[in-house]
């Protein structure tokens, strides 16, 4: 049974920094892409970040680029969002997702694999 559990999330004041992580078992993540989404209340999920699997490829929404980093470990299963400079727009439900293959994908129809999510709040 595959299963992504998200951690990390929480309450923060405005510029301040949180690193989400997402743990992946019963699953070799070494040959597909992991992306991160995001879906505020009343709108739609929206793409985040992506990293692929193999050859470094990685995607940003234009809202965080310069202040994400995503990256992956596959010997732990994990894949982690640096994110920093938080404002109170990025403030959602923040979720893991494993890809269909080993490319950088952007839509949720992409994804096969989903985490249950975590909380982000951006707030003073």
């Known amino acids: 049974q595959v299963q992504l559990v998200e951690s990390g999330g929480g309450l923060v004041q405005p510029g301040g920094s949180l690193r989400l992580s997402c743990v992946v078992s019963?699953?070799?993540?070494?040959?597909?892409?992991i992306g991160w989404f995001r879906q505020a209340p009343g709108k739609e999920r929206e793409g985040v970040s992506c990293?692929?699997?193999?050859?470094?490829?990685?995607y940003y929404a234009d809202s965080v680029k310069g202040r994400f980093t995503i990256s992956r470990d596959n010997a732990k299963k994990t894949v982690y969002l640096q994110m920093n400079s938080l404002n109170p727009e990025d403030t959602a439900v923040y979720y893991c997702?494993?890809?269909?293959?080993?490319?950088?994908?952007?839509?949720?129809?992409?994804?096969?694999?989903w985490g249950q999510g975590t909380q982000v709040t951006v707030s003073s």
């Open positions: 997702a494993i890809a269909g293959g080993p490319l950088v994908v952007r839509t949720p129809s992409d994804y096969d694999y």
């Open positions: 019963g699953f070799t993540l070494d040959y597909y892409a």
């Open positions: 990293i692929s699997s193999g050859d470094g490829s990685i």
